[in-house]
């Protein structure tokens, strides 16, 4: 599991021995993607404490707009509703400035979100196999797409669908079981620096 956040706007540098404090300016919103299980919601916390930035969630705003979970908004109303109203959050929350955005696990799969996301800013794919997945997902109620007989199987066809959608993704990190939130965090920053469009060092 992930280990301790500590907020912070200016960041120590786990990498290269001695740490030193770093401060950085995000220039353009940058949207968390990847699989249910991925980490996009603590991982983009932590990333918008480092970065000094709002933290907002597609998920959490369609939430309190419907006054109902995802859950119970697939129930009634189906999934097409649901990408629908996903679409138009997401390009809402791409306009107000940079920020770190995190998204359901099937918004990056639309065309349309795809290219809001590219147009504002940057996609980063939190990057995950599939058993680390299982294990952070299996004990949760709150996936109305495992809601059937053998939700592994149904996990791992989901991950086998949208991994080639995921590599369309303009920055990956890879997830592993060992690291905290704070050191994920450290590996996404440092390839989001690799785009000085997006991020720099002040």
Request: aromatic fraction near 6%.
């Amino acid at each position: 599991m992930f280990g301790k956040i500590t907020p912070c706007r200016r960041g120590y540098n786990s990498f290269g021995g001695a740490s030193r404090i770093l401060a950085y300016r995000l220039h353009k919103p940058v949207t968390v993607i990847g699989m249910m299980g991925a980490g996009k919601t603590a991982v983009g916390r932590a990333l918008a404490a480092r970065l000094g930035v709002p933290f907002l969630d597609s998920d959490a705003e369609i939430e309190a707009a419907a006054n109902m979970s995802i859950a119970e908004v697939f129930a009634r109303d189906g999934e097409a509703f649901f990408r629908d109203r996903e679409a138009e959050v997401i390009a809402r929350l791409l306009a107000t400035g940079p920020m770190i955005l995190s998204t359901g696990g099937g918004a990056f799969l639309a065309e349309r979100n795809r290219r809001a996301i590219s147009e504002a800013g940057v996609s980063v794919w939190l990057r995950a196999d599939l058993e680390l997945l299982w294990q952070r997902v299996r004990h949760k109620s709150t996936r109305p797409l495992l809601r059937t007989p053998d939700p592994k199987r149904t996990l791992a066809e989901i991950y086998a669908a949208r991994e080639p959608i995921y590599a369309l993704a303009d920055l990956a990190v890879d997830a592993d079981p060992g690291y905290s939130i704070a050191t994920m965090t450290d590996h996404v920053i440092r390839v989001l620096l690799t785009r000085p469009d997006v991020l720099e060092e002040e």
